[in-house]
């Protein structure tokens, strides 16, 4: 196999060009049974194999710079720098990131998860380069799903200030993690029709060059008239316009034709963008057909590219039952995603009322605004996004939803930990920004029928309202438990005595745990599912402030600005000399594992947590 070949930075570089073909499709086939068994990002990454042998041949790792936007696209990246070995332990607890990292390799420019980011931080690492006198190449690569971020243009208007070379590749598989939205997108695809205009460009060019005396003069003559040529060629010519050299675009799947315009790219003194049009999924019929399903999968059948999962409902399929419930009741319900109709559940709603659904696209911010001018217009929103991706709004939850104290709903997903993803997916922060924020209600269920409950409840309360479930398969346990919500009223699930647990959302079922544990002992202990991170319940702490002689809370968020946090501050605000075990996560981020292993890793599991409580008593 060629692939055995590649086992450092820069191998590559030793492959008989005539081999790349073969190379391709063993990395493909490489990355499509190593995926099978442990899951991950498999169509961005079987759509940029060719891409990114191209870049490797032409870089010089790990002096030169490559940016991956996301990252989630980095596996062939990763191969080709010597890491293939670590594909079994992929995503897995202490094993090889889904993700670049620099900590992983000298040849991970920066550590990454979230879009948008490549440019700006690609346009810092030139500025470094230049005020240091160095000499290295550095290349961000952005998919087109990213261009409908604010952030990427906030970049593209910098760059267009850069006189030494940035080279930015335009990834173009008009898909994000669902299929691209909006302006950008329309006008790629006009791009993508428009292949004559590079070719004719540059065999001009060549041509006119090499005629004696008079060549070159022409050609600058019609450099100096090239922009009504590309005005009349190329609709609109966005990036040229903004003093961006474009280049393309040029079939991503086409080593050769790529190494050329990087060539050319690096000849130019100033930012230039190469578009690249790819397939994502290339090369596996089911990634190619259900693009969504496997730009992340969980571990699959290779041969049907059916999962191989307990197919037990999750939150999130319960959220997709509720809403399509709730979309049919109350027409003034509208539903909003930034580019995840399938990742959050808003695909059925999608398809049943496609006039109140609305996918903005990568760009969390201007969903949330949106919200609110919809709030204001005399609809309920609900906005549906990842807690990881929710914290890229802050400012615009604050302002422009809470200050006005509307009627917006945001149903966070994938709060607390998400697993393989690591550090940059965790939503372990959102109770602390959330519960900061003047005019926000925080809600967390125990199980499935609660956030059912939950999302009923909050369409009828006013103003903003959040609403935070885990990752993964919905608690089906304490069925029987469905006492009436009330507003910042917390549920007593079980009556004991000398210590009492208030859990928070997913940490009830761990709760149950210690209770059933404790129970077997012959202990009876009393187990409170708290419900609202806010308000806070002051009523039950009055109460059990007085009863018990240790109060344990447990919340699946960092410690800092957290429950725990809250109800320390209640107490020593009210002088109730009361001992307290707050189990959060500690001032750290998370890497990646199961969630069981980072229960253990963090002291959160059940016998953690019932050592700890022996130790304090």
């Known amino acids: 196999m060629i692939l055995d070949k590649i086992n450092h930075p820069n191998d ?47 870089l010089d790792f790990p002096k030169d710079k490559l940016i991956w936007d996301v990252g989630h696209q980095a596996y062939t990246h990763k191969i080709l720098t010597g890491r293939k070995d670590g594909f079994g332990e992929l995503r897995k607890f ?34 470094a380069r230049e005020l240091r006198k160095e000499d290295y190449r550095v290349v961000a690569v952005i998919g087109d799903g990213a261009m409908t971020g604010g952030m990427a243009y ?9 006189k030494s070379n940035l080279t930015i590749v335009l990834n173009d598989n008009k898909m994000s993690i669902s299929e691209n939205v909006g302006g950008i997108s329309a006008y790629l695809g006009n791009l993508r029709t428009a292949t004559g205009y590079t070719g004719m460009k540059m065999n001009l060019e060549n041509t006119l060059n090499k005629i ?22 190329i609709p609109g010519m966005f990036f040229e316009e903004m003093g961006i050299t474009y280049l393309g675009p040029v079939d991503g799947h086409n080593v050769k034709q790529m190494v050329r315009l990087l060539r050319e790219a690096n000849r130019v003194k100033g930012p230039v963008l190469i578009h690249v049009v790819t397939q994502k999924g290339r090369g596996y019929t089911p990634a190619l057909r ?43 319900v509208v539903a909003i995603t930034a580019a995840m109709p399938d990742g959050t559940g808003l695909k059925r709603f ?9 996918d903005v696209g990568i760009a969390e911010e201007h969903a949330v605004t949106f919200a609110a001018g919809l709030a204001l217009g005399g609809m309920v929103p609900i906005v549906a996004i990842y807690s990881t991706f929710l914290q890229r709004a802050i400012d615009q939850i604050l302002l422009d939803v809470c200050m006005q104290n509307l009627h917006v709903i945001f149903a966070v997903d994938r709060a607390g930990l998400v697993g393989s993803d690591g550090e940059t997916h965790q939503g372990a922060f959102d109770l602390s920004y959330l519960t900061m924020i003047p005019n926000m209600t925080v809600m967390a269920p125990k199980n499935k029928w609660e956030l059912s409950d939950m999302l009923k409840y909050a369409y009828d309360l006013d103003g903003p309202v959040a609403i935070r479930y885990p990752r993964g398969e919905a608690y089906d346990g304490l069925k029987d438990h469905r006492q009436v919500i009330e507003l910042g009223k917390s549920e007593y699930i079980h009556k004991g005595d000398k210590i009492a647990i208030l859990a928070l959302g997913s940490m009830v079922k761990v709760g149950e745990e210690i209770y059933q544990d404790y129970l077997k002992k012959g202990k009876e202990i009393t187990l409170i599912n708290v419900r609202f991170a806010k308000p806070l319940d002051e009523e039950l702490l009055e109460e059990i402030s007085k009863e018990y002689e240790l109060l344990v809370t447990m919340e699946e968020n960092v410690a800092s600005g957290g429950f725990g946090q809250q109800v320390a501050a209640w107490l020593k605000g009210h002088e109730k000399e009361k001992k307290l075990l707050s189990i959060a996560i500690e001032d750290s981020f998370i890497c990646q594992g199961s969630v069981l292993e980072l229960y253990k890793a963090l002291g959160m599991d059940k016998d953690s947590v019932i050592r700890k409580i022996e130790e304090r008593l």
Do not use: W
Not at 110 to 116: I, M, N, V
Not at 306 to 326: E, H
């Open 290 to 332: 259900h693009p969504a399903r496997f730009h992340g999968t969980a571990p699959f059948d290779v041969k049907t590219g059916l999962l191989t999962s307990n197919g037990k409902a999750t939150y999130t399929d319960i959220f997709s039952t509720v809403m399509r419930k709730l979309g049919d009741r109350k027409p003034d």
């Open 12 to 58: 590559i570089k030793k492959i008989d060009p005539e081999d790349f073909g073969r190379l391709a499709e063993e990395i493909r086939r490489f990355l499509i049974e190593n995926l099978s068994k442990t899951g991950g990002h498999l169509g961005p990454n079987l759509g940029v194999v060719e891409l990114t042998m191209a870049l490797h041949h032409e």
């Open 212 to 233: 004696p005396v008079v060549g070159k003069p022409m050609v600058r003559s019609m450099k100096i008239t090239k922009q009504s040529l590309k005005q009349f060629l």
């Open 350 to 358: 999608r398809n049943m009322f496609p006039d109140r659904f609305f």
């Open 154 to 162: 906030e970049a593209l208007n910098n760059a267009s200030n850069l």
């Open 94 to 127: 202490g094993g090889l990131s889904g993700f670049p990292k620099r900590g992983e390799s000298a040849c991970d420019s920066l550590d990454t998860g979230h879009s948008t980011t490549s440019i700006s931080a690609a346009i810092g690492y030139v500025h």
